[in-house]
């Protein structure tokens, strides 16, 4: 009895390879071997530098949103007043500030007020909305007190105003320009209620990193922005920051619970979680389509396959009568297939890394080579596109683009391996 020959044997790897640098005069396998391996690496790099593109472009957003936004906004109820006007201010802002900051987990609170005015200088308007903090809880914004992309002094914000990137450039404004707010709800008088105008130094000029933050926002010390409003001795609301945003919805009952009956929160999942689900379904949806890539070219395998065992039938014939077992044909071909998944899957990883760590230059070129304006920050929200690079996604793009080409590799092998050899020598 012939002696079984252990799976993968050395010989089953000669004969494979044979296959693999087929000569061009011996069928064109090398050709459809070459397709397969381009097919496969654009497939995995496509996958990997999308799965890095979305991974960047949610760790972009979120960053801005925690860097510029409270984590926690806490705020009282609306409660009507004798005049019939619904007041939800703050008046014990400072104790209430303190108390919720010995909350566990909070890092921070700012009593903040918040309007919305119209931004004026020379001859150029923009519609604002106005945030009184005070400098020293400005300072502790990340994204905001940032001096890598801010211009001016942070320190001399009680002496002025400071505004967003996106405002100066709409205002044409400057470090040390002087620019008008105008607000409708001003100067209380005897005969009403009359526009308030006041003329503020720009001191400062920062970037959050978000076009819809920059081209809007602006800081005034919180004492200038409680007269100009109107909320002498009170605030709008108390900005909670935590250790852990991402959990944020563990600290809401302590917060509720200190804060008081008539206190409400809005969390930062309440304000962006729409956006982040929309952008979750978003990279579930190119996940599978570009799933659907990977396997439309590892069914390229199977073609070159195909024809190989086509052929390849003599051979078969011949290994079949010199004793070749089916199990040792199938493996033949099995490595034939998945040795092109194999190296495909490796040149696309490479690819994508490389697109991922050196996206910024790329950019630079392609945004080059087009003229410029190739990124609207208007559009997009932010001001380039980012990308992530992640083990998980990597791993994820591997897995299953050497799963496939595994699984596809297999029929045709099973083909070969059942080839009757009397009928493939039949007729030479």
Request: charged share 20%; proline share 4%; hydrophobic share 50%.
């Amino acid at each position: 009895m012939a002696k079984q020959t252990a799976p993968f044997a050395p010989f089953e790897w000669m004969i494979a390879w044979r296959y693999l640098r087929a000569r061009r005069a011996e069928g064109g396998v090398s050709t459809m071997t070459w397709i397969s391996l381009i097919g496969i690496t654009l497939a995995v790099f496509a996958l990997i530098a999308t799965l890095a593109v979305r991974s960047g472009f949610r760790a972009e957003f979120v960053d801005t949103i925690l860097g510029a936004n409270a984590h926690v906004t806490v705020y009282n109820i609306g409660e009507v007043t004798e005049t019939g006007r619904i007041d939800r201010t703050i008046a014990n802002y400072d104790a209430l500030a303190d108390s919720l900051a010995d909350v566990p987990g909070v890092v921070r609170t700012a009593p903040l007020v918040r309007g919305q005015v119209m931004a004026n200088l020379r001859s150029r308007n923009a519609g604002v909305q106005v945030f009184g903090m005070s400098a020293e809880n400005l300072a502790g914004l990340p994204r905001i007190a940032d001096p890598e992309t801010a211009q001016g002094d942070i320190a001399r914000f009680e002496q002025g105003i400071a505004i967003g990137s996106g405002v100066a450039q709409e205002l044409g404004a400057q470090v040390g320009d002087r620019i008008k707010l105008i607000s409708p709800n001003g100067v209380r008088t005897a005969f009403g209620t009359s526009p308030r105008i006041n003329a503020y130094e720009v001191t400062y000029i920062f970037s959050a990193g978000r076009y819809d933050i920059d081209r809007v926002r602006v800081y005034l010390p919180l004492t200038e922005a409680q007269s100009f409003f109107n909320r002498e001795g009170v605030v709008d609301e108390i900005e909670v920051m935590v250790d852990s945003p991402e959990n944020i919805d563990r600290y809401l009952p302590g917060l509720l619970q200190t804060a008081g009956e008539r206190a409400q929160v809005w969390t930062w999942k309440d304000a962006s979680g729409g956006f982040l689900r929309a952008l979750e379904v978003e990279d579930n949806i190119m996940f599978v389509i570009l799933s659907i890539l990977v396997l439309v070219a590892a069914m390229n395998i199977v073609s070159g396959l195909i024809m190989l065992v086509k052929n390849k039938g003599r051979d078969i014939g011949i290994l079949r009568t010199m004793g070749l077992t089916e199990g040792s044909v199938l493996r033949v071909f099995f490595i034939c297939g998945s040795f092109t998944g194999i190296i495909g899957t490796a040149m696309g990883v490479i690819l994508g890394c490389l697109f991922a760590i050196y996206i910024d230059p790329l950019f630079a070129l392609v945004n080059q080579i087009m003229g410029g304006g190739v990124w609207d920050p208007s559009i997009r929200g932010i001001y380039a596109l980012p990308a992530e690079l992640h083990l998980r996604d990597v791993l994820s793009a591997v897995t299953l683009s050497l799963g496939l080409s595994f699984v596809v590799t297999i029929f045709p092998a099973r083909r070969a391996a059942r080839m009757n050899p009397v009928e493939a020598l039949r007729y030479e």
